[in-house]
């Protein structure tokens, strides 16, 4: 940024990158370990080694699960819809309570939008007993308790009833970044809409909602992410076992009476990173544009 | 379709918008919202519209009270300053858009969005979006767009502001020569009086969310009814000074220092006797004297050149009388400089003036 | 001059302009249609689950009396964590906990990654923040492994082997040696990635010119960074420290994890899982569990009033510029 060459510029160029190379080494180092061990029979630190305690022992055991167990391959499907129905779940509850409290004015607007914020405070694991009396009740309703397709429905023991809760907790993250979104657009484009014959429905959708796409994928990723590697709520309701996710089956691997293998785990903590990583990859764009949203404000 | 605004009001806390504002717009008229920055033209348009809702007063088209009627129903076209074209639609889709919600069959529409884009100049552009055009073109665009659903109303927010200068001229014209042609009533909301006085068939001036005057370009410009108006329309502005109006056997004379001029009796009558009124008149009204003073008509003034200001075809000169200042349009070629005497001619018959207390006219009012 | 003169005010048009049942009816459907979901989850999973916390940890239910043998027992859950000997310290660690953590990494190494990240080339800068990123996106399971793995004994520990033992330092396992600190950094090298994102995204929307006439000005960087880049991002500082506040407040799973409390490291929420859910006794304590994350609640909801009032919401948020629905 700086036109002044000389020893001064050439530092400030690349001090930057020292302190962060400094500041992300116990992450490599983490991550290095983990790809190591995934291969290997043992590890003394980062170097691989065998039964014997002999550097060498490289194997590929760990991964055997992929081709010798069929469960994972199921785990890794309902971990996928609960994922996916998360994130589109959360992408338009957001928007659409986003929207609102960013665009039309009611009573109560500014204490809904405050009271979000605050909901974040509500514990959501000690609510886990609570909630499960909501999901019994939910169950009982006809048809939407668990009369669904796909994820069953959205009661007690269904992929929908997981989805809900995980939408809830979800819902103070993305009603705020929605709103922010929102908060740029350009009122005299609404305007414009609206003059042209939409209704406030009709512009959010087909007006407003193509031009924050960036908040849309920022939001969807993160709910991914979450949807993708939550334990404890699928965990907590869902006792079907044909219905478990892939961090359920993680967790089997350290509760199994047998001697935990620790290498195999972080393979398959390792195969379950790879989705979210190329889902990353193919997005971090959008990731970083989250207050960058729309067009120009104001007016 | 005929367009009346009864007392209307936009408040918003302690903040007015628009205040009383009565207007009535005639069948295919054209309406100029004039008025400096924050007067309520917005406010008073996007009622219309019906983006804003009164705090009070009724907005009527034809006779049907339009207040609580939704914007959709309102078959108005708007043009904003900002444009507001839909990025991620084409200027085709930006055309259609409108014509698509008032499900117009899908021939029809292509075929009103290609008429209106021959006309408006833009059909070659029909397949780019609004981020690959230039501010005229993407005007252009808005412009179709309002046009394209055939509204009853017009309604323009400082359309041409974002433009420069040359292209301002030619959208000015073309504007008002659709809307002539169309014959589609407008109101169109400017704070450059040249467009208002141009275009527009009346004009509105508003301030602070009043309306302080609402008649013909002429009218405004020659009978302003109130100080305000008589100072904001009109470039260079009208000079203004503190006089005293006396009344001497059957003659009217204003003055003050250095200032002693008659004044025409239809003129002057109602300023009369008053210790303190404001005297106006416009530059093109006073006109340098030449040759020695003497043995004039008494009501040419002596002064000293202030500033000189070319503007090119005229010099703008700044003339002090006494402890006063008034500008003055003469020709470049008497080559006038700072600390040259002057005599000045006031043409007294186009004077005007205002009671200062209550900034209304003494002539119109 | 026709016009100027005012009409007699219509009294019949005067009050259709008032409002009317129906118009009011159609006026709250709008947001209804918009808030409706939202509202619904907010009320099923957090106000009638807050309820009947609130409700159970008035009784002393737990899994000996049952879903039917239980009883009123008014305030007594909330007395016992009053005279608890646990009370005390488990707070300070709670307050210990979220402090260091939130002001460290999750605000702190978040800022500064993301100022690190924003003046380097955009490619390294991607690569910084990806790395970042990782601890979020591991399954905790497997990222709680790598820090007992860090922290081993030798000769499996990363440190003892690569680091200290080549300093000579004697080797052990230092997870209960220095429990804060595994706890603190395990979790804030996953809080540091939220800030991360949500600030550099911020500091990459402020406007060039701004940037530019900051250097034009003759700012350093640090000035730049001080008078620019800060106050042009409030509004995700203050999202970002609520937020995480909140979060680690409420969080436990990395501490369950790696410690599951001992060396000194139960934090409040850990404590009410434990409770309520999961202790070796198998007696889980409904009543006194729903006590103690009650308490917690109404912490969080006064520490994110707090902040609120702190970095003024109220004029953080706007007024619609449209009035019709
Ligand atoms: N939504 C609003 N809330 C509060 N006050 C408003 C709002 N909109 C406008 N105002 C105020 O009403 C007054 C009139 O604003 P308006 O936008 O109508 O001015 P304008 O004549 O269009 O000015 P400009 O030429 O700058 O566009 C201003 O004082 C403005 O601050
Ligand atoms: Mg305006």
Redesign the interface.
């Known amino acids: 940024?700086?036109d002044r060459m000389g020893v001064g510029s050439r530092w400030?160029?690349v001090l930057?990158?020292l302190?962060?190379a400094v500041?992300?080494v116990?992450?490599?180092?983490?991550?290095v370990?983990?790809i190591i061990?995934t291969f290997s029979q043992?590890?003394?630190?980062?170097?691989p080694v065998d039964s014997a305690?002999r550097v060498g022992g490289l194997t590929l055991e760990n991964w055997a699960f992929l081709w010798e167990d069929p469960n994972i391959w199921k785990v890794t499907l309902n971990s996928f819809t609960l994922a996916v129905g998360l994130t589109i779940g959360v992408v338009?509850?957001?928007a659409?309570?986003g929207?609102?409290?960013?665009?039309?004015?009611?009573p109560g607007?500014?204490a809904?939008?405050?009271?979000?914020?605050?909901?974040?405070?509500?514990?959501?694991?000690?609510?886990?007993?609570?909630?499960y009396?909501?999901l019994r009740w939910?169950t009982r309703v006809p048809i939407l308790g668990r009369g669904i397709p796909v994820i069953g429905g959205f009661g007690y023991d269904t992929v929908g009833g997981v989805i809900?809760?995980m939408?809830?907790?979800q819902?103070?993250?993305g009603?705020?970044l929605m709103k922010?979104f929102f908060?740029n657009i350009?009122?005299?484009?609404?305007?414009?809409?609206?003059?042209?014959?939409?209704?406030?429905?009709?512009v959010?959708w087909q007006?407003i909602m193509?031009?924050i796409k960036p908040g849309i994928a920022?939001l969807a990723i993160f709910s991914f992410?979450s949807g993708w590697?939550e334990?404890?709520i699928p965990y907590t309701y869902i006792t079907d076992q044909e219905k478990s996710t892939i961090?359920a089956y993680?967790?089997s691997l350290?509760s199994d009476t047998a001697p935990v293998n620790?290498s195999q785990?972080?393979a398959?903590?390792?195969f379950?990173?790879i989705p979210?990583?190329i889902f990353?990859?193919f997005t971090?764009e959008y990731?970083?544009?989250?207050?960058?949203g729309g067009?120009?404000g104001g007016? | 379709m005929k367009l009346k605004l009864e007392n209307l009001t936009k408040r918003w806390g302690a903040v007015y918008g628009a205040r009383d504002v009565n207007i009535e717009v005639k069948d295919g008229e054209f309406v100029a919202l004039l008025g400096p920055s924050g007067c309520g033209k917005t406010t008073t348009l996007?009622m219309v519209?019906?983006?804003y809702k009164p705090t009070a007063g009724v907005i009527r088209f034809g006779e049907r009270v339009m207040n609580r009627v939704?914007?959709?129903n309102?078959n108005?076209?708007?043009v904003?300053?900002?444009?507001?074209?839909?990025?991620?639609m084409t200027v085709f889709e930006n055309l259609v858009?409108?014509m698509k919600?008032?499900r117009v069959p899908a021939k029809e529409r292509r075929e009103r969005a290609q008429q209106v884009a021959e006309m408006m100049g833009i059909g070659h552009l029909m397949d780019r979006k609004p981020g690959q055009l230039s501010g005229g073109q993407q005007q252009r665009v808005a412009l179709g767009?309002a046009l394209t659903?055939q509204p009853e109303l017009l309604l323009f927010d400082e359309p041409l502001s974002n433009l420069d200068a040359r292209l301002r001229l030619s959208m000015r014209a073309e504007i008002k020569r659709l809307q002539v042609n169309l014959g589609i009533t407008s109101i169109y909301v400017t704070h450059d009086q040249v467009e208002a006085m141009t275009m527009a068939d009346r004009i509105a001036v508003m301030r602070d969310g009043l309306l302080e005057a609402y008649c013909p370009p002429d009218e405004l410009y020659d009978r302003p009814a109130t100080l305000f108006v008589a100072g904001f329309v009109g470039n260079p502005p009208m000079n203004f000074l503190d006089v005293e109006v006396t009344q001497a056997n059957g003659e009217l004379r204003a003055r003050c220092l250095g200032l002693d001029v008659a004044v025409p009796a239809e003129r002057g009558a109602r300023a009369a006797g008053k210790p303190k009124v404001t005297l106006g008149i416009r530059p093109e009204d006073l006109s340098i004297v030449l040759g020695e003073p003497g043995g004039e008509a008494d009501t040419v003034v002596a002064g000293e050149v202030y500033v000189v200001e070319p503007l090119g075809r005229d010099d703008l000169i700044d003339v002090q009388i006494g402890q006063s200042h008034v500008n003055v349009l003469v020709n470049p070629g008497l080559g006038l400089r700072l600390g040259d005497p002057v005599r000045l001619k006031f043409n007294m018959e186009k004077a005007q003036f205002f009671d200062p207390e209550t900034e209304q006219s003494l002539l119109w009012r | 001059m026709a016009m100027t003169q005012r009409p007699v005010r219509d009294p019949v048009t005067a009050q259709r302009a008032q409002g009317s049942f129906g118009d009011s009816f159609r006026?709250?459907l709008?947001?209804l249609?918009?808030?409706?979901?939202?509202?619904f989850?907010?009320v099923?999973?957090?106000f009638?689950?807050?309820v009947?916390?609130i409700a159970?940890s008035l009784t002393d239910m737990s899994s000996s009396t049952g879903f039917q043998n239980w009883a009123w027992v008014q305030l007594e859950n909330y007395r016992k964590i009053l005279v608890h000997p646990s009370s005390g310290p488990i707070l300070w660690n709670t307050i210990k906990y979220v402090v260091l953590t939130l002001s460290l990494f999750n605000v702190g190494?978040g800022l500064?990654?993301a100022l690190?990240?924003t003046?380097?080339p955009r490619r390294?800068g991607?690569l910084?923040?990806?790395?970042?990123?990782?601890?979020?996106?591991?399954?905790?399971?497997?990222?709680v492994?790598?820090?007992k793995?860090?922290a081993a004994d030798a000769?499996?520990?990363?440190l003892?082997?690569?680091l200290l033992g080549p300093l000579g330092v004697k080797a052990t396992n230092w997870l209960p040696a220095q429990p804060w600190a595994f706890v603190i950094?395990s979790n804030g090298?996953i809080g540091a990635s939220f800030g991360m994102?949500?600030f550099?995204?911020?500091i990459?929307?402020i406007p060039r010119d701004y940037m530019i006439a900051a250097?034009v000005d003759g700012c350093s960087?640090w000035q730049r960074i001080r008078y620019v880049i800060l106050p042009m991002?409030r509004?995700?500082l203050l999202?970002v420290t609520?937020?995480q506040t909140?979060?680690l407040?409420?969080s436990?799973?990395q501490i369950l994890l790696l410690t599951d409390g001992q060396f000194g490291t139960e934090v409040w929420?850990l404590w009410?899982?434990h409770r309520?859910?999961n202790n070796y006794w198998g007696n889980f304590q409904?009543g006194f569990?729903?006590a103690?994350?009650a308490v917690?609640?109404v912490?969080?909801?006064l520490?994110?009033?707090v902040y609120?009032r702190y970095f003024r919401?109220?004029e953080l948020?706007?007024?619609?510029?449209?009035?019709?629905?």
């Open positions: 940024m700086d400030r160029a930057p990158l302190v962060m500041l992300t116990p992450i490599l180092m983490g991550y370990w983990i061990s043992r590890t003394y630190g980062l170097v305690g338009l509850v957001s659409l309570a929207y609102a409290l960013s665009r039309i004015s009611f607007r500014k809904f939008l405050g009271t979000t914020l605050i909901l974040h405070a509500f514990p959501s694991v000690t609510l886990l007993i609570s909630i009396f909501v939910i809900l809760v939408l809830a907790l819902l103070p993250l009603v705020w922010g908060d350009s009122w005299d484009m609404e305007r414009a809409a609206l003059i042209d014959g939409c209704t406030r429905l009709r959010w007006i193509p031009q920022a992410i590697n334990f404890l961090a993680l967790r350290m620790y785990i972080a398959v903590g390792l379950q990173l979210v990583m990353f990859i971090q990731l970083l544009s989250i207050f960058a067009s120009k007016t | 996007l519209a019906g983006i939704p914007p959709k309102r108005v076209g708007m904003f300053q900002s444009y507001a074209l839909y990025p991620h858009f409108p919600l008032k767009r659903k | 006026s709250a709008g947001p249609l918009f808030m409706g979901p939202a509202g989850l907010v099923a999973f957090f009638i689950p807050v009947i916390i159970f190494m500064v990654i690190l990240s003046h380097v390294t991607f910084f923040r990806a790395l970042w990123l990782l601890p979020r996106l591991t399954p905790s399971v497997v990222y492994m790598v820090w793995y860090i000769p499996y520990g990363i003892n082997q690569h950094a090298f994102i949500i550099t995204s911020a990459e929307s250097l960087l991002i509004w995700p999202f609520t937020y909140l979060s407040f409420t436990f799973e929420s009410a899982y309520a859910l409904w569990g729903s103690l994350a917690l609640v912490i969080g909801i520490m994110a009033i609120m919401f109220n948020v706007q007024e619609p510029r449209i009035e019709a629905l």
